[in-house]
């Protein structure tokens, strides 16, 4: 399985941005898909999440009601829209896949992870 992040760049405050993750090598609508990050000297974290049909998707507070996550199964890409952003959001965006229960995605338990999008915000 491979996934594939792109969409990441150097933008303004305020400013948006799409990011988003093909995977290839398997059935994409078998995994709950999700979106992290990871910022300079910290610990990656959760971003976002979707459940596998599309019909939930769950939020880390500090980009709940800015960021939303969707994904088209046709195409077999999960995507992140990232509004008002903040520079607080600069860091590198992965993807992954998980094939097991929905919420360990948000527990960061996935199965495939992306090589990673880097999404700078300057002020």
């Known amino acids: 399985v491979q996934l594939q992040a792109s969409g990441g760049g150097l933008v303004q405050a305020g400013d948006s941005l799409r990011l988003s993750c093909a995977l290839s090598?398997?059935?994409?609508?078998?995994?709950?898909m999700g979106w992290f990050r990871q910022a300079p000297g910290k610990e990656r974290e959760f971003v976002a999440s979707i459940r596998r049909s599309g019909d939930d998707s769950y939020y880390a507070d500090s980009v709940k009601g800015r960021f939303t996550i969707s994904r088209d199964n046709a195409k077999n890409t999960v995507y992140l829209q990232m509004n008002s952003l903040k520079p607080e959001d600069t860091a590198v965006y992965y993807c992954a896949a998980n094939s097991d229960r929905y919420y360990y995605v948000r527990a960061g338990l996935c199965d495939y992870w992306g090589q990673g999008t880097l999404v700078t915000v300057s002020s």
């Open positions: 090598g398997r059935t994409f609508s078998s995994y709950d």
